[in-house]
């Protein structure tokens, strides 16, 4: 059974940089597919935010490309996210999924990060 | 990327059948078979209930249904439930490399 597990901090400042890792059990990473992220603020709907491939090959959302960092690290089995200059808006549940083509089928439980000095 | 357009909400009685629709372009919902719905109960994390348009993941009971019709996709849910009270949410792969989700649908079991 493939699981995913979100961690990083729950607070991050205005101005800093989300990091959010996901760890992958009972799938190895190198053996393909495009691993993603997905938010959803309070009270709203899902949003996608990008996803990479275990060779480092990544799609990202046009409105976060600028400040969206991804990575793979396949000899720890997990993948990454770092969000640059944070704002409240970006306040949400992060999730991390495997993404198909035609839907993510696998996804952690999430995580709430919320933005604030 | 614009947001998919769903109906804000939908609602039925026990038994009955509802859809919920999902409108896109030629260039996401229409152009590939690549579209996803989602089940989300309050504070849960999004459950996939149909991929690639209408094929069901092992587990999902076959009262859901997805199909599509040039650019609109739609959901079928079929003798409805108590339990099928939630948020649904659709989602298409884009021409632009990129996934875009609908704004989300509440279905209200009456």
């Known amino acids: 059974q493939v699981q995913l597990q979100e961690s990083g901090p729950g607070l991050v400042k205005p101005s800093e940089t989300l990091s959010l890792t996901c760890a992958v059990s009972?799938?190895?990473?190198?053996?393909?597919?495009?691993w993603g992220w997905i938010r959803q603020p309070p009270g709203k709907g899902l949003e996608w935010i990008g996803s990479i491939s275990h060779t480092g090959s990544t799609y990202c959302n046009p409105s976060l490309k600028s400040r969206l960092t991804m990575s793979v690290d396949t000899s720890k089995n997990q993948f990454s996210l770092k969000l640059s200059s944070v704002t409240a808006a970006d306040t949400a549940v992060y999730y991390c999924?495997?993404?198909?083509?035609?839907?993510?089928?696998?996804r952690g439980q999430g995580t709430l990060v919320t933005v604030s000095s | 990327q614009s947001a998919l357009t769903q109906p804000a909400s939908v609602s039925g009685s026990p038994g009955q059948s509802i859809t919920i629709s999902c409108t896109g372009t030629s260039s996401d919902v229409g152009g590939y078979n690549y579209v996803s719905w989602y089940q989300q109960h309050p504070g849960k994390a999004p459950k996939l209930m149909i991929l690639d348009v209408s094929d069901r993941p092992s587990g999902v009971s076959n009262r859901f249904s997805g199909s599509k019709s040039g650019n609109t996709a739609s959901l079928t849910v079929s003798g409805l439930q108590a339990e099928d009270e939630a948020d649904y949410y659709c989602?298409?792969?884009?021409?632009?490399?990129?996934?875009?989700f609908g704004g989300g649908t509440k279905l209200t079991v009456l």
């Open positions: 989602s298409s792969y884009t021409s632009s490399r990129t996934w875009v």
């Open positions: 009972g799938y190895s990473l190198s053996s393909g597919y495009y």
């Open positions: 999924a495997r993404t198909l083509y035609g839907g993510n089928d696998y």
